[in-house]
């Protein structure tokens, strides 16, 4: 069974750091595009930083140079650090994977392209 399991969410004051993992199980992740995507309350979903099969990166502007992704083959484990929390960066953050490797990083932060998802894990950023 293919899957991917999140961890790491939890409340933070504003100017705060949290990294959230994501661990994949039954596919070849590491040569998988791969993403994190943030729900906001009562918005819709949105990628917020992607990473192709070659390790390009895209991030949405909001979050650029404050988060970064990055994945460790080795654990088949994907990362997203988070710096300078702000309360708009509340949300259900979400890791997933594509298996079109040729996916690209704004196929998947824009369309959200993806065929495996995480179960979401809650980020709350307030005092």
């Known amino acids: 069974q293919s899957n991917l399991v999140e961890s790491g969410g939890g409340l933070v004051q504003p100017g705060g750091s949290l990294r959230l993992s994501c661990t994949a199980s039954?596919?070849?992740?590491?040569?998988?595009?791969i993403g994190w995507f943030r729900q906001a309350p009562g918005k819709a979903r949105e990628g917020i930083a992607c990473m192709s099969n070659r390790d390009g990166t895209y991030y949405e502007e909001s979050v650029k140079g404050r988060f970064t992704i990055s994945r460790d083959v080795a654990k088949n484990t994907m990362y997203l650090e988070m710096n300078n929390l702000q309360p708009e960066d509340t949300g259900v953050y979400y890791c997933?994977?594509?298996?079109?490797?040729?996916?690209?990083?704004?196929?998947?932060?824009?369309?959200?392209?993806?065929?495996?998802w995480g179960q979401g894990t809650q980020v709350t950023v307030s005092t």
């Open positions: 997933g994977a594509n298996s079109n490797l040729l996916a690209t990083t704004q196929a998947m932060c824009v369309i959200l392209e993806a065929d495996y």
């Open positions: 039954g596919f070849p992740f590491k040569s998988y595009p």
